[in-house]
């Protein structure tokens, strides 16, 4: 996969798994009868449906009769579920919640969703009955997304690694055969300094080796590498150009740290958090100031839903552009008098409209039928024109005015088609 199918389908991966979020965060129980279970991918199904079971058998013992049966219900839904797996989970597990959400007027509707794959792998195994559905652990899985590399070194050992999200994972490490600075036996201070420069030479090629054997395969995945250790160690190490040269470009920066071991790991990210922030804002920074480019030079930006989506359906929009804070509906409806198909966009928090028809005037009827949510419409067409789509947020200037002056949705035009 390209560096840039794989951002696409990360970006839309990410809205999708934030819609689902917000939709269980809507829900809301009588009691504590909603059921929450995260499965991590290494927990054997045969175990998860013995712990469903015994809740099941514990859960006769709830007072009130109503609580007791709603809960026993989720967890015989999650049960069946359950089933449709073999050994173990998919990759990075799953989350199942159930339960009966109140659907107004005293009414409650039984719901049961399966989550497989999340973006980020589920840490622990987990049980959760309250009036609410567990979403926090998705919620931080969203904020945490991310792929840096990590090395950390100084003349005695080296130790390379992951972050991935918030979690730090050690890989490889080395020890140095450097001596100290002080000279042993008969050697000449010469002689003795020559071998040490060698030995030190030897080790900064054995660390680069580990880095780019972890990090090179993930280039196009990886956002950024990290670099700590004492001065002078860290410098000589990337001013030696030591990395792969496409290693090298991705490093971000690089931070005093007081360790090498797997806790200097820790302590890089700790001390990197201010360059973790930037670096994530600033890809969306480059977007928008290209954007603002073309469209101060008037030639190649296309903005507002239904000129963006114009260009779109032409196939002239190179790069899709959407704020993480739109929050709208795009409503597609057939008008039986002159047969126009059409689609507009609606604030999802008002009673669905009537419309008249762009062709011939006919008001038409509109029912929740008729809505369809305008991202994953855009990102479809997207995807069939060969179109990248990014997701900008609103933390800057430029990103809030995509959202607050441009309705959240805007292009970066491959050609100019004078829409």
Known sequence: MSEEAAQEQSGRKKYEFQRVIEDLKAYEGSGTQLVTIYVPDDRQ???????????????????????????????????????????????????????????????????????????????????????????????????????????????????????KGKRIQAVKSASSLVPGKQRKGGQSAQRFARLRLEAIDNFYQEVAGMANDLFVPKRHELDGILVGGPSPTKDEFLDGDYLHHEIQDAVID????????????????????????????????????????????GELATYGFDQTRTNLMMGSVETLLISEDLREDAVTYDCGACGNTDHELIDPRKDTPDHDCSECG???????????????????IAEQRGTETKFISSDFEKGEQLHNAFGGIAGILRYNTGV
Not at 272 to 279: E, G, K, P, S, Y
Not at 365 to 377: G, L, M, S, Y
Request: charge should be negative.
């Open 45 to 163: 199904i045969s175990d998860v449906v013995a712990h469903v079971t015994q809740e099941h058998s514990e859960a006769a013992n709830i007072k009130s009769k109503q609580t007791r049966t709603n809960v026993q219900d989720a967890l015989t839904s999650i049960k069946d579920r359950l089933r449709y797996y073999s050994t173990y989970p998919p990759d990075n597990g799953i989350v199942l919640f159930s339960g009966a959400v109140d659907s107004g007027g005293g009414q409650t509707d039984m719901i049961t969703r399966v989550l497989e794959s999340p973006p980020q792998p589920v840490e622990s195994f987990r049980y959760h009955c309250d009036s609410d559905f567990l979403t926090e652990p998705l919620e931080h899985m969203l904020e945490d997304q991310g792929l840096y590399g990590l090395i950390v070194l100084d003349r005695r050992e080296a130790n390379v690694g992951w972050l």
């Open 362 to 380: 006919t008001t038409i009827e509109a029912t929740d039928d008729d809505r369809e949510d305008a991202i994953e419409h855009l990102i479809t």
């Open 254 to 297: 690089k931070f005093d740290v007081s360790y090498t071991d797997e806790s200097g790991l820790k302590d890089l990210v700790d001390r990197a958090q201010d360059a973790l922030a930037d670096a994530e804002v600033m890809k969306d920074k480059r977007q928008m100031d290209r954007f603002f480019k073309e469209l101060h030079s």
